[in-house]
């Protein structure tokens, strides 16, 4: 029998606000526990919440991202259930009417160019805090840090047919966000966070099968072997004339397995009801042109506007949008230098990701300046420096060196570019090993590297190595 | 010295003929003899006494405010900071708050010198003071008799002269009742005008922190100084203040007087039927105009309020688990036990029935039938008394169908007990501001009348109520000290 696979996938980002989206209370990540907590993230009695706009603000550039309504009315509703770690024993969410509805996201997979993945909704909702099981023997421990940071919880219509396309999905919104300066992405933190509903029905069948929900994702790789796996148990239970559950499973990355952690029937009834401490959210004419002049450029702008220069490969573009501070650093080091846009891209993609991945930094503390890197780039091209050099004044200006210009100097090597020099070398060595040369002359072309070497070392590597490689072709011919 | 007003008292201090020391003292020791109302559930003579110094520096460098140095309570579900706050629960029995409500803040700001907290309904629900874990207040005026609820001790201290003030809070009358109860003055404001923060909530929607005090002149007084936007109060309203003590003595007329049909039906007590007409007749002697109103809605205001009240209610209590503050069970195995547990034992019955309730009406299956239903039926009780206040200046009739009743009366049976706010509710599902003025006495029992108007007409209202009690005295008839509770 036949199966199709059918997921709908609901993230939740955290939006990089600098406060809470109802209290003062700060939302870095890792500071010591209950430090970012203020009396009203406590939920302590008789404490009111007070609506952050910037975090509307988020929304509303994440809807005009992708295409949606922005709803100029929108309202936070309470959503009921007890737990240590939420302390008003509600979350303030939106339910009925949500402030982004009906938008779509365009990804690229092997089979299909162009999908539109439809976004049924976007709603901004408070986080819980965090229990600690391990932080004490008998206790478990509450850090209400996380309690009250801003989420955008994107949901889209069961659209999705494969784990590629759900990757595909996850990746381009995960660019999107980062794009957008809205969400940092990072999922190890749990600023992106990922849950997979996931169904399988006959191929013919139109009705959608009973679905699952996928939780604890925290990397794109899990939700692939996630889904992989329950595909293949809902897959093993149907075809043995059983029936998938509707329930709430656990992805463990240890065993490679789901396990169940909520069924159906054991689900909350949430009671949800709009929060009267709270007034609905309208958004005017002036609120979405302010937006939208705000607007960055986006992925998809990016990528065709680099696709016109044919120079670069669909790798390179990737590369760059890897990262908003890469991406960024690109395109204030490609200002200021006159160097080929391919050459800046493969000393980034190369030399300059080598520093950092050594460093164990990214691009968004740069290890070597902008301005460095772009003067760096000037000398290479007008061949005052060989790579070689350029490396090496490289090295020095990660370890700390901030003087290009003296580096350039006290390195001494100012390159040998004069013809007549480099002439005079390669006619000296040419000469000091004739046989070599009959052998390259016969064929052996694996010797000229031979040669470059030895011009360079002769040179101390102040020469230029493609004009060395120009110039022993032309007198070896 | 505890007859005067507010502004005899003020003039007093700032002429210094009178201390703030002195009239604190003064206070404290009557609060001392009253001991068997139990209208207080803290009382702190040494923050009093350290507070009055403090006012009488500021008295004496001639920096003092109209409310500068007067002794005042707060009801119990204000924060502070300097003492407990309980809201009359167990649960908070040893709650400590580390910060204070707005009002708190403001009132302190204007120099006034904080006596203590005052008894409450617990949570602030109920209308005879009896939910109280701190046990029930006594009406002054006869002290086998409920002073009504749930700001009862704040009504009550007010009415035997413990204290010249008191803060209130009103969900479904909790001012407004007591305050006719114990024959004294007290006005819910316009929802959205005095600040919710730092009130614990019992109804967000509904909720209103108000004055009370003797006379309308004392309450605009307070009003002025406890009103106006608060930042932290996303429901608060940010326009700017009218000066309240200054439109006390506006001209009275053009006034027009509605007075609804429905206030005046057989289980109303005809004495108190005969009081409101008596009182209205002294509207009408000046020139007032009167408009018969038929109010269709009003058999649905209080099932209305008590599906809205007690939905808001059950989330607005559910910080309460025993977990971060307040009382925590000693005999739990589990998480869910701890909760469970907690709440069991620390909650009184009606709490626990108004929670039940209000779960009930937000559960699946019920919802529609019976939160989304109770607040299209809110819309159109909203839109009955604006309709009917674009054609009148005020809304009069009882604040309640009966006088105080006493004390146990009807406590077994809730609904009957719930029909106490009959009168009351309107106010609080439209936002509008309301308040009761003493009019006269039945059978030795003060009655409340209730002024109703449109949003953000407390100048008119308090207007209004100056007028009349220019002409009459009921607001200066206290109860007799010698009947034991001095």
């Not at chain 1, 044919?310 to 949008?321: A, G, K, W």
């Not at chain 2, 024959?183 to 109804?203: C, H």
């Not at chain 2, 971060?324 to 620390?346: K, N, V």
Request: charge should be negative.
């Amino acid at each position: 029998m036949s199966w199709e696979t059918v997921i709908g996938l609901e993230v939740h980002a955290q939006l990089k606000t600098k406060s809470k989206l109802f209290s003062a209370a700060p939302t870095k990540y890792g500071a010591p526990a209950n430090s970012q907590t203020s009396f009203i993230d406590a939920g302590l009695p008789g404490v009111l919440p007070v609506l952050n706009r910037e975090a509307v603000y988020m929304a509303i550039k994440f809807g005009l991202a992708v295409n949606a309504e922005i709803n100029d009315l929108s309202y936070f509703e309470r959503k009921n259930y007890f737990y240590p770690d939420l302390p008003k024993g509600y979350q303030i969410s939106q339910f009925q009417r949500p402030i982004i509805s009906n938008g779509y996201l365009e990804i690229n997979t092997t089979h299909h160019i162009g999908k539109k993945v439809i976004i049924e909704r976007a709603h901004l909702e408070e986080d819980a805090g965090k229990s600690l099981h391990e932080a004490h023997p008998v206790y478990t421990g509450i850090d209400l840090n996380r309690a009250g940071t801003p989420l955008l919880e994107i949901v889209t219509t069961p659209c999705l047919f494969s784990a590629e396309e759900t990757i595909a999905y996850l990746k381009s919104l995960h660019q999107l966000l980062r794009f957008l300066d809205i969400c940092d992405g990072n999922m190890q933190e749990g600023s992106f966070r990922c849950d997979v509903n996931i169904s399988l029905k006959r191929k013919d069948c139109p009705q959608l099968g009973t679905r699952t929900e996928l939780k604890n994702l925290n990397s794109f790789r899990f939700v692939e072997k996630a889904i992989a796996h329950e595909q293949l148990r809902q897959q093993d239970l149907l075809e043995a004339g059983q029936s998938v559950l509707q329930e709430t499973r656990l992805y463990s990355p240890a065993t490679d397995t789901t396990h169940s952690i909520r069924t159906k029937e054991c689900e909350n009834d949430y009671r949800y009801f709009p929060d009267p401490d709270l007034l609905p959210v309208k958004i005017s004419k002036n609120d979405l042109a302010q937006v939208e002049m705000d607007m960055p450029l986006l992925p998809n702008q990016i990528r065709a506007d680099l696709l016109t220069n044919h120079s670069l490969l669909p790798e390179d573009i990737e590369f760059l949008l890897s990262s908003p501070a890469l991406f960024r650093f690109f395109k204030d080091v490609q200002s200021k230098t006159h160097a080929p846009t391919k050459i800046l891209i493969n000393w980034l993609k190369g030399t300059y990701s080598a520093a950092l991945n050594e460093a164990g930094m990214t691009f968004e503390n740069p290890l070597v300046s902008v301005d460095h890197l772009a003067s760096l780039l000037n000398h290479l091209t007008d061949k005052t420096i060989s790579a070689k050099n350029a490396k090496a004044i490289f090295a020095s200006l990660t370890a700390g060196a901030d003087d290009i210009d003296a580096l350039i100097a006290s390195i001494g090597c100012q390159q040998v570019d004069t013809e007549e020099g480099i002439d005079e070398i390669i006619h000296a060595i040419i000469a000091n090993y004739p046989q070599q040369a009959a052998d390259y002359r016969a064929g052996k072309e694996k010797l000229l590297g031979f040669f470059v070497g030895q011009v360079l070392k002769q040179t101390k590597g102040k020469a230029d190595p493609e004009q060395v490689n120009h110039l022993l072709r032309k007198y070896l011919a | 010295m505890h007859t005067l007003s507010l502004r005899e008292m003020t003039q007093a201090l700032q002429k210094q003929q009178l201390s703030s020391t002195e009239l604190t003292q003064h206070f404290l020791n009557r609060i001392s003899n009253a001991k068997t109302l139990n209208a207080f559930i803290t009382i702190d003579e040494q923050q009093a006494m350290a507070a009055a110094a403090d006012a009488d520096k500021i008295l004496i460098r001639g920096d003092g405010k109209p409310l500068t140095g007067i002794p005042m309570a707060h009801k119990d579900i204000f924060c502070t900071q300097t003492m407990p706050t309980t809201c009359g629960s167990k649960m908070l029995a040893d709650f400590h708050s580390p910060y204070q409500a707005t009002i708190v803040k403001r009132l302190a700001e204007q120099g006034a010198v904080l006596l203590g907290k005052t008894n409450m309904d617990e949570f602030a629900m109920g209308s005879a003071n009896e939910s109280s874990y701190f046990g029930h207040v006594k009406n002054p005026w006869a002290l086998n008799r409920t002073p009504g609820g749930s700001s009862g001790g704040s009504a009550s201290a007010i009415a035997a002269n413990l204290i010249p003030y008191a803060t209130g809070s009103d969900t479904g009358g909790s001012i407004r009742q007591p305050a006719a109860f114990c024959g004294i003055s007290g006005l819910k404001p316009t929802y959205g005008l005095a600040s919710r923060f730092g009130m614990i909530a019992f109804a967000s929607s509904l909720d209103q922190a108000g004055p009370m005090a003797h006379s309308a002149e004392d309450l605009a007084y307070i009003l002025q100084a406890m009103a106006g936007f608060d930042e932290n109060d996303s429901t608060s309203i940010n326009k700017p203040l009218p000066d309240y003590p200054a439109a006390l003595n506006k001209p009275l007329t053009p006034l027009r007087i509605g007075l609804p049909t429905c206030f005046f039906q057989p289980q109303v007590d005809s004495n108190i039927q005969q009081a409101i007409t008596d009182a209205v007749k002294v509207f009408e002697q000046a020139g007032a105009e009167i408009v018969e109103l038929n109010l269709s809605m009003q058999p649905l205001w209080v099932p209305c309020y008590y599906v809205i009240a007690c939905a808001e209610a059950s989330s607005n209590l559910s910080r309460f688990d025993g977990i971060r503050f307040g009382y925590r069970t000693p005999h739990a195995d589990s998480l869910i036990e701890l909760i469970t547990r907690s709440r069991h034992e620390a909650f009184g019955i009606e709490v626990k029935r108004r929670i039940l309730t209000g779960t009930y009406v937000l559960s699946s299956g019920y919802f529609d039938d019976y939160y989304v239903q109770a607040q299209k039926v809110r819309r159109m009780i909203q839109n009955e008394l604006q309709t009917a206040l674009a054609q009148v200046d005020v809304i009069i009739g009882p604040t309640t169908p009966t006088c105080a009743f006493k004390l146990g009366e009807k406590i077994t049976n809730p609904t009957e007990r719930y029909l106490a706010d009959v009168f009351t509710v309107a106010a609080n599902l439209a936002g509008l501001p309301a308040l009761s003025i003493p009019v006269g006495f039945s059978a030795g029992l003060p009655i409340g009348m209730q002024l109703m108007g449109a949003h953000f007409s407390e100048s008119r209202l308090l207007n209004l109520a100056h007028y009349y009690q220019q002409c009459t005295d009921w607001h200066q008839t206290r109860p007799n000290d010698e009947r034991g509770f001095t």
